[in-house]
Structures are given as structure tokens and as C-alpha cells.
């Protein structure tokens, strides 16, 4: 597997224990938003790069002749950031009742630590589902929207109905990656953190808005961490769109082999990426060249990599029920 030291988990530690144990609720249900490296946004909230649109590198020459020119064309590119995170309140009762600490403020901060765990591991699956399909997949459909049919990256299974997709992406720093954009402690006079928690009115005990707690009196806090994906070679980035699990528009080993191809594929750091059940139904694949032996008391139908590439089974990718994808 692709080992990158800039993960976000690797990151994490580099900050207090705290932030990294935050980060592991982030991303324990979320494998790619875990795999993926890292840089840190050159303006808050805001990532400047430069996107490579061409290419002209050094070539091969005989002796005693002219060199060849090099040079590199790029667009400079801004990418947004995005906030992963939640508000959770509780009411004053109801933390007291749960902790047993009779002060209201110390229950409500009590209950808030053992709770963050289950509202980070959430926003990590929407963080990931969100930057798959709403930041990748709509960059690689643009990028692909030019190109001839022999250039393109993206490709059509031709189903209809229970739709599935496999991303396939090659990652590095400064290229295809994800972002992070840390917040200043105490105004930067304490260091920073990735996730920041903050009381609601000061950690004051408030009238409560909205949900289940709507008029109760009680305590609130926010959690914020600025987080994104910046795509600055996209040609590096490929997918397969209109899959069923089954029958005609089912994947095929040729479907997988060529969309590798088509990114240029490397095995150190390249990743297909698709929905948990998708990677289930891969075991058809395999199926035929199984052989059992009398004896034989387990039957392993599962891999992990492709060709030598990763694979990434996620459970959240959505479950044959994509929209179909005009490529």
C-alpha cells in the first residue's frame, strides 16, 4: 500500500495528544479521507496552487548537440476549504443525569468527551462522500469534457439502474491531495490545532435552539476543522461510471486494466476507490479461479489490490444508487 508520512493521522501527531486522538475519530470510518496526504492551505481557508497544463521535460540528445528546451506550463488555481464538524447541545438535566456530576457546566463538558467520538466519526463519512462526489468526480468529468476519446480518463459501464463507481487516483504532495488548514490558539499565542472546540455563550448555561432540546436550558459546543481536496493533476485522476453489480454492465478485469492504464498508474502511490459493496461484488472476478481441495474448511474469496494497486472499500460511496454519468 501507498505510505505516505503526511497523512492526516501523521500530521496529528505532531500536535498534542489530544488533536491526534480527534483526527483518529475523523477518520475511522472514512478510509480515503485516512489515506490520502496532506498540505497545509497557504491562506486559511483558501489553498493557492499551481496546476500543471503542460508539459515539456528533458529529452534525449547526442553528443555534441544542441539542448532541449524544458519547460512547464501551469494555471494558477484556488481551492476553497471546507469545515468538518457539528454542533451538539445538551440539556442541563439530562448531562447531570448521565454523569452523576451535579455541577451542570462539568456534566455538559463530561458528556461532550465521551460524545465527540460518534459526531467526529459522522462528519469524517460526510466529509469523505462530499469531497468524492462533489469536489473529485465533478473535477475529473470537467477535466475529461475536452478530450478525445483515446485521452480520456472516464469511462461508461453502461448501466441504468442500481448505479455504482470506482475512482481510481494516483496522490502526492503538492499534487492530488487533501488540505489542512489549522486554527491559531489563544490569537497564535499557543500553538494551533486541527479540530477546535468551541463553547457555545462562553460555556454559560443557555436557553437551547432547535432539535430535540429546543427551550430546554442547557450547554452547547461547535467543532471546526478546515479541511479540503485540491486537484492540481488531473489527469491523474480516472474513473468508471454506470456500473451494476451484476450482468452486462457489471465490472470486468479489462474495465479496471484500462481505466489504470489511462492515469498512468503507479503502485506506489495510486488507489481505486469504490463503495463496500461494489468490492464485494468483485469476488466474482476471482470466483472462477478458486479451487477447493477435499478438506479445505475455509473458502477466501477476497483481495485487497489490483494489479499491484490498493484498493479502497469505503462505506461511503453511495450503495447502487448513483445517478447515472454522461461521459
Known amino acids: 500500500m501507498p505510505i505516505f508520512n503526511d497523512t492526516m493521522q501523521e ?12 483526527i483518529e475519530h475523523v477518520t475511522k470510518s472514512a478510509p480515503f ?4 496526504p496532506t498540505i497545509t492551505a ?20 547526442e553528443f555534441d548537440s544542441p539542448y532541449q528546451e524544458m519547460d512547464v506550463s501551469t494555471v494558477l488555481r ?35 468527551d465521551k460524545r465527540k467520538g460518534i459526531l467526529l466519526n459522522d462528519a469524517g463519512k460526510t ?28 469511462f461508461d459501464a453502461g448501466g441504468s439502474t442500481g448505479l455504482y463507481s470506482v475512482l481510481a487516483i494516483r496522490m502526492g504532495k503538492e499534487e492530488n491531495c487533501g488540505i489542512l488548514s489549522p486554527w491559531k490558539k489563544n490569537g497564535g499565542n499557543s500553538g494551533e490545532e486541527l479540530i477546535k472546540m468551541d463553547w457555545t455563550d462562553g460555556g454559560n448555561r443557555h436557553t437551547l435552539v432547535g432539535g430535540s432540546n429546543n427551550g430546554k436550558l442547557g450547554y452547547s459546543v461547535t467543532f471546526d476543522g478546515g479541511l479540503g481536496f485540491q486537484i492540481a493533476m488531473p489527469e491523474r485522476v480516472g474513473a468508471i461510471f454506470n456500473i451494476e453489480a451484476s450482468g452486462s454492465h457489471s465490472l470486468t478485469v ?34 472462477p479461479q478458486v479451487q477447493l481441495a477435499t478438506g479445505d474448511r475455509n473458502l477466501d474469496t477476497r483481495f485487497s489490490r489490483f494489479n499491484g494497486i490498493d484498493i479502497i472499500a469505503t462505506p461511503n460511496m453511495l450503495r447502487a444508487a448513483e445517478t447515472a454519468v454522461s461521459v
Open 11 to 22: 500530521v496529528a501527531k505532531s500536535y498534542e495528544k489530544k488533536q491526534a486522538k480527534l
Open 33 to 36: 479521507l485516512k489515506a490520502m
Open 42 to 61: 497557504t491562506h486559511g481557508l483558501k489553498n493557492q496552487y499551481e496546476e500543471v497544463t503542460n508539459l515539456k521535460g528533458a529529452g534525449f540528445r
Open 78 to 112: 484556488e481551492e476553497k476549504i471546507g469545515l468538518i464538524g457539528g454542533k451538539m447541545d445538551v440539556s442541563e438535566e439530562r448531562a447531570i443525569a448521565l454523569t452523576g456530576i451535579t455541577d451542570g457546566a462539568r456534566a455538559a463538558a463530561t458528556y461532550f
Open 127 to 154: 466529509t469523505e462522500k462530499h469531497l468524492i462526489y462533489e469536489r473529485i468526480y465533478k473535477a475529473v468529468l470537467k477535466y475529461n469534457a475536452g478530450l478525445s476519446s483515446n485521452e480520456k480518463t472516464v
Open 254 to 287: 479489462q474495465m479496471l486494466a484500462n481505466l489504470l492504464s489511462s492515469i498512468e498508474s503507479d503502485e506506489s502511490d495510486t488507489f481505486l476507490v469504490m463503495n463496500r459493496f461494489m468490492f464485494d461484488s468483485l469476488v466474482a472476478l476471482k470466483w
